[in-house]
Structure formats: structure tokens, C-alpha cells
T-cell receptor, first 110, second 110 residues
Framework: DAGITQSPRHKVTETGTPVTLRCHQT?????MYWYRQDPGHGLRLIHY???????DKGEVSDGYSVSRSKTEDFLLTLESATSSQTSVYFC?????????FGPGTRLTVL | GENVEQHPSTLSVQEGDSAVIKCTYS??????FPWYKQELGKRPQLIID?????GEKKDQRIAVTLNKTAKHFSLHITETQPEDSAVYFC?????????FGTGTSLTVIP
């Protein structure tokens, strides 16, 4: 597996609380992505980054923000978690088109 | 934006038979088409990919074909084995954002 880690791997939180998920890479890849995976929907892009401080929205960005202050780290923040954001979140990295995924974070919002 | 459709959503085959999964895409600018295999509770893993300047690519028992005119590409698995059982995702990209199909759950019956 490519050098991608995600933390935490599992989290249970309550509605209305802020949550931050971290993705860390050791591959020095330019692109980093955050996806959510839900049954019947496949993988849907939340936000992506094409360099330090350079980010853009994906198809399901409402309720999420991201930051990338270093090449190796990409943070996903849920400002005020809702039950609809219960999902499995995958980070991915890419260089020259090939994309590799992190191990995932299972988030449950009660 | 790009729209990727994947069929079938579920597929059962006898061990040793072939399996075919098909995807269509809408954006003629898409130029890279990866396929991922995801086992239960694991991350998606890249298994094969094809670029728009190639019509077919093969790697042992798996192959991918691309028809740019019709905007469709397919995954072919021959001599299926029980360990091929998983969910398979297709994707398309122009280089930045990846658009995924909704997945095919393949079951190989021993």
C-alpha cells in the first residue's frame, strides 16, 4: 500500500459537534482527495487539493471544509456534524493520474 | 461534470467462468479509466487501468477494453476464483477529479 494513513480510524460523535479527520502521506504526491462512501452511492468526492493551500470543491462539499498547510497533510473538518454525515471517509492521493486510497475512517454521528 | 454509470450492480458467477462489468461515461475529455477492487471492510485497491490512447490492456486474468467512440469501457475477469469476490468500481477522469461508478458486487460461487 502507498504511504497513506488516516486518523482516527473510527469515531463516534454527537450531532452539532465539530470533527476533524486527518490524512497523512509519505509519497510527496501533489493531489489529495477526500471521499465519502455510502451504500448505493459508490465513492463521492467531497474536496480535493492540488497543492499546499490549493483546494477545490467536489460534488458533495456542503457541510465540509478542508485545509492543506503542508504537502503531506490534508484535513477534513465537519464544522457541525449531522447524522447525514455518518459514513466511511476515504482519503486518496494521486500523481500522474494513478490514485491510491488510505485505509478509511468510519464516522458515526449520533 | 462527468457522469459514470456501471452495470450490473450485482453479479454471480460459477468458479472458473468469466465475469464482465461495464461502464459508460459522458465527458469525451476523460482520458484515464481505472478499476478498483474493494474487499469487505478494506480500502479500494487499483487493479488495472487504461488510458485513452489504448484500446485494450491485459494483466494475467484481468483485462480492460475501451471504446472511446461509444464512451464505454469494460472489465473482464477470466477463470474466476473465490478470492475475486469483492465490489468493483470503475472511474473516469480528465486528470483532476475522479468520477466513480456505483460499484458491482461480484460473487464467485465455488
Amino acid at each position: 500500500d502507498a504511504g497513506i494513513t488516516q486518523s482516527p480510524r473510527h469515531k463516534v460523535t454527537e450531532t452539532g459537534t465539530p470533527v476533524t479527520l486527518r490524512c497523512h502521506q509519505t509519497e510527496n504526491h501533489r493531489y489529495m482527495y477526500w471521499y465519502r462512501q455510502d451504500p448505493g452511492h459508490g465513492l463521492r468526492l467531497i474536496h480535493y487539493s492540488y497543492g499546499v493551500k490549493d483546494t477545490d470543491k467536489g460534488e458533495v462539499s456542503d457541510g465540509y471544509s478542508v485545509s492543506r498547510s503542508k504537502t503531506e497533510d490534508f484535513l477534513l473538518t465537519l464544522e457541525s456534524a449531522t447524522s447525514s454525515q455518518t459514513s466511511v471517509y476515504f482519503c486518496a492521493i494521486s500523481e500522474l493520474a494513478e490514485q491510491f486510497f488510505g485505509p478509511g475512517t468510519r464516522l458515526t454521528v449520533l | 461534470g462527468e457522469n459514470v454509470e456501471q452495470h450490473p450492480s450485482t453479479l454471480s458467477v460459477q468458479e472458473g467462468d468469466s465475469a464482465v462489468i461495464k461502464c459508460t461515461y459522458s465527458d469525451s475529455a476523460s482520458n484515464y479509466f481505472p478499476w478498483y477492487k474493494q474487499e469487505l471492510g478494506k480500502r479500494p485497491q487499483l487493479i488495472i487501468d487504461i488510458r485513452s490512447n489504448v484500446g485494450e490492456k491485459k494483466d494475467q486474468r484481468i483485462a480492460v477494453t475501451l471504446n472511446k467512440t461509444a464512451k464505454h469501457f469494460s472489465l473482464h475477469i477470466t477463470e474466476t476464483q473465490p478470492e475475486d469476490s469483492a465490489v468493483y468500481f470503475c472511474a473516469a477522469t480528465t486528470g483532476n477529479q475522479f468520477y466513480f461508478g456505483t460499484g458491482t458486487s461480484l460473487t464467485v460461487i465455488p
